[in-house]
């Protein structure tokens, strides 16, 4: 036992150190793992690697899978549409017309022998067989399902799969209804045996082991390259298809228990179905193969990391303990002597250890300055980021009160314009034309007062959409046409141009060339010239808007586009703004990745504003969506009762009283306890609701008519001043189904009534 006490080791007794003398085993414990932890990522992402490439082979499997199916669903209707021409061309035969049967049936069997069919007949309308070229006695007809839908639908069938009376094997049938005088006369049919089927199918030269099986819609098999009992398709493959869709793809087991991949393409108007599939084995030989190479670098890498981490701490062990010592004595506040270490890295340490000693004092005397300033920086960034925030909130606050209480007054005016129209009083055309133009210019002001708001703030949102440069520069010229007065517009719209396509919101690029057009028409005196005229450039269209108006000078022409800026202008000028349009036009054009530029040869010599858009492919026909029918004003309105809701007498009385004009049957009510009362008597099928009420407001009064005895039936519509799109959001939010800003468009009003009211 005492020989063996010198190779056990001790601990040091209590209050000792450990022996002195740097261990290197720790060293070399983090090296390991260090080279472990850098080897590990790179584990995961091969192993992730495999996975994907994995997953992508089969994917790609499918895919070639799903090509056949294709492919073959393409012959197969080919075919299919072969056999129609042919009895759509028998149904012309003279003989036909003629009655001449006998003759008909000759040129039935002389088709039959052509195109390889087991027969041909021809059943009259009742359905019953009149020729067969095949079957003698005229049996009853077979598959009488497809019959009557051809005769019923007077347009070819295919019909399902059934067993024929003389072969005994599976066939279909392409029926063909001959239409005579308006009515179904014959129904011609081409009988074809599934085999014809298999046969097209090898003729695809597909690779050995693919297995290819066609279904008819009710599942039952028509044909298969591997012959099997069972007539429908296995159970995993029949859940694929059973996901719907015209086609798909997916692992599935064969009936005789082989996995493959699988894929289903659906012959477009047949309603059958096209079934390839490929073993999985043979997709999986190339994949395992390059797994294993990957596998045996790995576990190669891990062992050359490991040795080298070994070595690496070896050379590592003495410098690191005499910069461990340094290190310590700077952490006593020790002056440090030069180091001299054999490890350039190391060595630049040492000395950044020592100079570290000597910085220490003046550099803490330093940190204590700077955090002391920061937090004063600090404090004042807060104090002024809490201040803008404040500002901000104070400034959309401003602008949804001063658009609804400038949109208020316009409302009650409108209306009354309107309803003097619909009375047709033409003694007061000329003064109803003056108060419409200063109402139009008014709200002009006051939309682009909240658009500039909505992009300074970042809130402005546009929907781009591809859509074609003529249509666009025509609907706007057409718009100013009736703003000319003696002004001429020349348009120049190229073919070419025309027909390019940009990406771009419909709506927001109208009021760019209509804010444009504006500033031209009031800029130029009244017997001036303006022109439009567009040009592709390289990959944008240019659309320019010049006029030979009062042009601009150096200055004006930096400033043209700034917020709020208007040019110098005479007293008695036309009309007046807030100098916004431009500053807008720029803006929105910015936001459709475009540039907008303006041009002039001093005053009194027009202006050049041009208009430059990215060009984008044209779309494919298919990516197109239908543009919805726009629903026309209505005319006719009776048995609609609707329910006026505003605060503003004015608004509510000329609002119903144009309703009343239009047909319709109108209450009104000027506080929300009223309109809930009114609706105890009074079944309104929409009600028009104000926003800023006394005591309740529209949202709160939209929620307690929801909750009322009405609520499910009637149609809440919030016509209001408020017309910011989170005024819209929270109008949707809080159960309206639609949001007109005030004024409101009689047109628009109309149409929206009609739609809600037709519900």
Same mark, same amino acid.
């Given at each position: ?17 450990? *022996? ?8 070399? !414990? ?46 197969? =209707? ?23 049967? @006998? ?66 094997? *599976? ?5 063909? *209804? ?23 199918? !090898? ?55 082989? *996995? ?48 080298? &981490?070994?070595?690496? %701490? ?14 310590? &004595? ?19 340490? %040492? ?24 937090? =004063?920086?600090?404090?004042? /960034?807060? /104090?002024?980021?809490?201040? &803008? ?62 658009? @500039? ?10 929907? !781009? ?32 141009? &025309? ?34 005229? %567009? ?50 036009? =720029? ?15 001093? =005053? ?66 000027? /506080? ?88």
């Amino acid at each position: 036992m005492d020989a063996l006490a010198p190779a056990i080791p001790r601990e040091p007794p209590r209050g000792q150190g450990a *022996p002195a003398g740097p261990t290197r085993r720790p060293l070399q !414990r983090r090296l390991l793992l260090l080279a472990l932890a850098v080897l590990l990522p790179v584990l995961l992402a091969a192993t992730a690697s495999l996975l994907y490439a994995m997953r992508e082979l089969e994917r790609e499997v499918q895919r070639t899978a799903l090509h056949t199916a294709r492919a073959i669903s393409v012959a197969l =209707r080919a075919e299919i549409d072969g056999a129609m021409g042919a009895l759509e061309a028998l149904a012309t035969s003279e003989s036909l017309v003629d009655g001449r049967l @006998v003759r008909f049936e000759e040129r039935a069997r002389q088709l039959v022998e052509t195109r390889g069919w087991r027969n041909l007949t021809l059943a009259d309308a009742r359905g019953r067989l009149l020729i067969s070229t095949s079957t003698p006695g005229l049996p009853a007809p077979v598959d009488t399902a497809s019959l009557e839908q051809a005769i019923q639908s007077r347009a070819p069938v295919v019909g399902s799969l059934f067993v024929g009376p003389m072969r005994r094997s *599976p066939a279909f049938a392409v029926r063909y *209804p001959i239409v005579r005088n308006g009515e179904v006369r014959y129904v011609a049919s081409a009988v074809l045996g599934s085999d014809a089927v298999l046969e097209l199918v !090898r003729e695809q030269n597909l690779p050995p082991g693919h297995v290819v099986a066609i279904f008819d819609p009710s599942g039952v098999r028509i044909a298969r390259t591997v012959e099997h009992s069972e007539r429908r398709a296995s159970p995993t493959l029949g859940a694929l298809i059973e996901r719907g869709g015209d086609e798909g793809m997916g692992r599935t087991v064969t009936l005789e228990g082989t *996995p493959v991949h699988s894929a289903f393409h659906r012959v477009a108007g047949l309603g059958w179905t096209v079934a390839v599939g490929i073993p999985v084995a043979e997709a999986n030989r190339t994949v395992l193969a390059s797994t294993a190479l990957a596998a045996l670098g790995l576990l190669a890498s891990l062992g050359v990391s490991a040795w080298l &981490a070994w070595v690496l %701490a070896r050379r590592l062990g003495q410098p690191i303990g005499q910069l461990k010592s340094a290190a310590a &004595a700077l952490g006593r506040g020790e002056a440090l002597p030069p180091l001299h270490l054999d490890i350039e890295e190391l060595d630049e340490v %040492a000395r950044a250890l020592v100079q570290a000693s000597r910085e220490r004092e003046a550099a803490g005397r330093d940190r204590l300055a700077a955090e002391a300033e920061r937090e =004063r920086l600090l404090a004042q /960034a807060t /104090a002024a980021l809490s201040q &803008a925030e404040a500002a901000a909130r104070s400034k959309d606050e401003f602008l949804a009160v001063l658009g609804h209480e400038l949109r208020n007054p316009l409302a009650p005016i409108s209306s009354a314009l309107q309803l003097m129209a619909l009375k047709g009083d033409g003694s007061t055309r000329a003064e109803r034309r003056i108060v419409e133009r200063q109402l139009g210019h008014m709200t002009r002001l006051v939309d682009d007062l909240l658009d @500039v708001s909505r992009i300074t703030g970042g809130k402005l949102l546009i929907r !781009r959409e591809p859509m074609r440069v003529g249509p666009w520069i025509e609907q706007v010229v057409e718009t100013v046409r009736g703003s000319l007065g003696g002004r001429t517009l020349q348009v120049d719209l190229p073919d070419d141009v &025309a027909q390019a396509w940009v990406q771009a919101d419909a709506v927001r690029l109208a009021q760019v060339l209509g804010n444009l057009l504006g500033n031209a028409i009031k800029f130029t005196q009244d017997s001036g010239r303006l022109a439009v005229s %567009a040009r592709l450039d390289g990959g944008d269209v240019a659309v320019e808007v010049a006029d030979d108006g009062i042009g601009l000078d150096d200055e004006e022409l930096s400033r043209v586009f700034d917020l709020f800026y208007q040019a110098p202008q005479d007293l008695h000028r036309p009309s007046a703004g807030l100098g916004l349009g431009l500053a807008i036009v =720029r803006s929105l054009v910015e936001m459709h990745s475009g540039s907008v530029h303006v041009d002039s040869d001093g =005053r009194g010599r027009g202006s050049r504003f041009t208009v430059r858009l990215p060009c984008v492919p044209a779309p494919a026909p298919a990516a197109t969506s239908p543009v919805e029918p726009v629903a026309a004003p209505m005319s006719a309105t009776g048995g609609v009762r609707i329910l006026v809701v505003d605060d503003n007498l004015d608004a509510a009385d000329s609002g119903g009283a144009l309703l009343e004009a239009c047909g319709f049957e109108v209450a009104v009510a000027y /506080a929300p306890d009223e309109a809930l009362r009114r609706l105890e008597a009074f079944e309104a099928d929409v009600a028009l609701l104000d926003i800023g009420l006394p005591g309740m407001d529209g949202y709160q009064l939209a929620r307690a008519i929801r909750g009322g005895p009405r609520g499910p039936r009637i149609r809440l519509v919030a016509l209001t001043g408020y017309g910011q799109e989170s005024d819209v959001q929270r109008a949707r939010d809080n159960g309206f189904d639609a949001h007109m800003t005030k004024p409101v468009d009689v047109d628009a009003l109309l149409a929206l009534l009609d739609r809600l009211a037709g519900r």
